[in-house]
């Protein structure tokens, strides 16, 4: 009966819940859009794109030309454009967006003229957004050397990589610059490791921004606040080229002693030390019913040793001998070179985006580039676009644990009413974003409702069922007596055996000791 009602209850509230109409809605609860002012994103991109080399909205049907996905097969992901899960008060908002989990992605864009950051240094900033919960994910971008987009792939060199990583140990801010090294003919990665940021990865929109000085002076910003500054120099950033090196040649010396303690020779372990923690217990006796051929050879227990004084350490004394940790000399780096420079940058020709991701639906957008001096027209840019729908990923966050705090207070009628309209509300965005997958899954539910109501209906008297279920369970105690009784039988007739055979090794040993 119990079950039965319980079936009912879950009926009625899917069916409340694929039925419940706009109309069911509290208005005090939901964020009345209209009357907040709407932006058109690509006319602030028109607005603002001559203060910027490279300006990405991905607000017009062109940057699905820009954007080419590489050739490389390693990159299996798929890239779509298309709008945020939720936006509030930007028209035409769409970010590039990576779909699969368990995948790399590789897309990247070319500029039509290059950058050249040794003038007037750098400025970066993109907006991302983690559409799902972050298990191993980045979103870093990366700043290219000259590149054909279409041969992308994770060999190539790059001038800078900047953003989010969360995977494993790694959480943080990853700002790397790339340095040619004219010694070696090769780029040299120096990667910010002092007070590098964290990243936050939640599902809400974040700005991430960075900002390098042709004098060596950097910023690293997260929301447009800034969360890390200081030089390029051996305090903020490793990969540097050491002055010296050990020298291969020098080999360290056989008469080498670097032992700085040696035990006291004069000095030896007291006679009437005891150090066996554990002796056999002399006091235990061989079990009568111990079988050696069964059970194998008897050894006394062991127990604790009541004359144990502790484990003997040998003191130890000053090596007289002791020259100290050996060392190779030091030699001149053939590979070191002093960078004088090393804010500034080598030239840009474009940016890519090659990642493997564990968190599908990661959005791109508002993506900008240019010299150092655009940090406040940036910033105002994202203040319009970023900062809105920011503002309304908190509204709508707050709204949710408003809602979870009063479905906590209310009685079940209103815990019951908050469970139909914070699914109808989840269902009703499932089926903006995933269209096929909810009309299936609504489906399943209506007809695993109508199952349920027909069940009900066709229920059959308990009566029968209930004698049939006493018969069975006293079956099933009778077949367990009758189990007990066998193991008892089996328990016995071991016991006997092993009586037997005691005897009969007792007689064998009897009959050797007489003819002796």
């Known amino acids: 009966m119990k079950l039965n009602l319980i079936s009912l209850l879950l009926a009625l509230l899917v069916l409340g819940t694929l039925i419940y109409g706009e109309e069911g809605l509290n208005t005090e609860q939901e964020i009345n859009i209209e009357e907040e002012k709407v932006i058109d994103h690509a006319a602030i991109t028109k607005e603002y794109s001559p203060y910027f080399h490279f300006l990405e909205s991905f607000s017009d049907d062109s940057s699905k030309e820009r954007w080419i996905e590489s050739s490389d097969s390693k990159f299996q992901g798929e890239w779509k454009f298309e709008e945020s899960q939720e936006s509030c008060g930007i028209a035409n908002d769409i970010g590039l967006v990576l779909q699969d989990e368990a995948k790399h992605h590789g897309i990247s864009t070319k500029f039509e003229k290059h950058f050249e950051p040794s003038k007037e240094g750098l400025f970066f900033q993109y907006e991302v957004r983690f559409q799902e919960p972050v298990s191993c994910s980045g979103a870093y971008m990366k700043l290219l050397p000259d590149f054909e987009p279409i041969n992308l792939n994770g060999d190539l060199h790059y001038v800078v990589m900047f953003g989010p990583d ?3 140990e ?7 610059i790339k340095r040619f090294n004219p010694k070696t003919e090769e780029w040299e990665e120096r990667a910010l490791v002092k007070d590098s940021p964290t990243p936050i990865m939640d599902t809400s929109s974040h700005v991430y921004s960075f900002l390098v000085n042709t004098d060596g002076t950097f910023k690293v910003f997260v929301d447009l606040e800034v969360v890390t500054e200081g030089a390029i120099d051996k305090e903020f950033f490793d990969g540097w080229q050491p002055e ?3 020298d291969p040649e020098d080999e360290k010396p056989e008469d080498w002693v670097d032992e700085a ?8 372990k007291p006679e009437d030390w005891i150090d066996e923690e554990f002796v056999p217990n002399e006091k235990a006796e061989e079990p009568e019913d111990w079988d050696e051929d069964e059970d194998g050879e008897w050894e006394r227990p062991m127990i604790k040793n009541p004359e144990f004084t502790g484990k003997w350490n040998h003191p130890m004394i000053d090596n007289p001998e002791y020259k100290g940790e050996w060392a190779p000399k030091q030699i001149p780096n053939p590979d070191y070179y002093l960078d004088e420079t090393p804010g500034v940058l080598n030239d840009i020709y474009g940016m890519g985006l090659e990642l493997w991701i564990m968190s599908p639906k990661i959005l791109f ?8 001096q655009i940090q406040e027209q940036a910033f105002e840019y994202a203040q319009k676009t970023w900062g809105k729908k920011f503002k309304f990923q908190e509204i709508e966050r707050e709204r949710m644990e408003k809602e979870r705090a009063a479905m906590l207070k209310g009685g079940f009628v209103d815990r019951v009413r908050d469970f139909v309209l914070n699914a109808r509300y989840t ?3 499932l089926f903006q974003q995933y269209p096929i997958p909810s009309i299936a899954t609504s489906a399943i539910l209506l007809l695993t409702t109508i199952w349920v109501f027909y069940k009900l209906l066709r229920k059959k008297p308990q009566t029968q069922t209930n004698t049939q279920n006493t018969e069975k369970i006293s079956d099933n105690d009778d077949k ?3 189990k007990e009784k066998e193991e008892e039988e089996k328990k016995k007739k071991k016991k006997k055996k092993k009586k037997k055979k005691k005897k009969k090794k007792k007689k064998k040993k009897n009959n050797n000791n007489n003819n002796k």
């Open 166 to 168: 969360k995977c494993g």
């Open 170 to 176: 790694t959480n943080k801010v990853h700002l790397i």
């Open 365 to 372: 957008d508002n993506i900008i580039l240019g010299k150092a």
């Open 244 to 246: 010296t090196i050990d």
């Open 427 to 429: 269902m009703q965005h």
């Open 261 to 268: 303690k040696i035990p006291d020779p004069e000095v030896t």
């Open 480 to 482: 367990e007596k009758e």
